[in-house]
């Protein structure tokens, strides 16, 4: 008996000793700190913008420079580099001076303008390399078929490999470009062949109206001592008149 009343009171005390707990308010729960986000070990971890595993990345640019476009040939221009702004031109430039591959695109460039110019190497040539034009984008874009299927949010990235202007606008490529230039060397191919057609067609018709005019000129001259019609005419009736 005695050893029941010493669990019976234990347990008033301990209902006792918890019943002040149960009565006021439970503190609030600590917050749980957020887990840091999962790197893609795949990502491409030398860009500002990583690119996860599954995306297209753009090329990534050998040296993006601020240069003066000092001369041009038919697919090559060649620039005076002002400012290195990234990477690195050694090995590409001499004396200051680096040419970069366009292709056709060159005729876009102004001889004197200032550019920047993000380029690449070229992998089948191994020179460097850059675009005037933004890339197309691919045909029919996310109307294809299971193109947004992947799990992947892609970002948008536009290519470094690229031709801009000081401001940071694009060059002007639209068909008509080169001719902005040639202005005035289309006027002159145009005017000046039917200036001269106009010149000839006046000198035709001048020579024409002297050599009418000198025909004249000689026939008036080879009939001054022949009589007039009117004079033949009034002798031939006086001769009738006789005759009568």
Known sequence: MVRIGAVVFAGCVALAAGAPAAAGDLPEPAPVPSLPPIEDPDAQSDRLVPVPSGCLAPD???SVFVGTLLIADAVTARYQIDQ???GSVAGFSVDGMIDVRYGDEV????TGQRYIVGAGIDAERGVLASTVRAPAPLFGGNEIAGVDDADVDCPSIGTPIRTLLLDGTSVESGVLTPLRDAEKSILRAVFVPAGVAFAVLVGLVTLKHLVFAFGRSVRDLSVTDRPSRR????????RLERAG
């Open 84 to 86: 290195v702004l990234s």
């Open 231 to 238: 004079e033949r005419r009034r002798a031939a009736l006086e």
């Open 60 to 62: 990534v640019e050998q």
């Open 107 to 110: 005729r876009f460039l102004d």
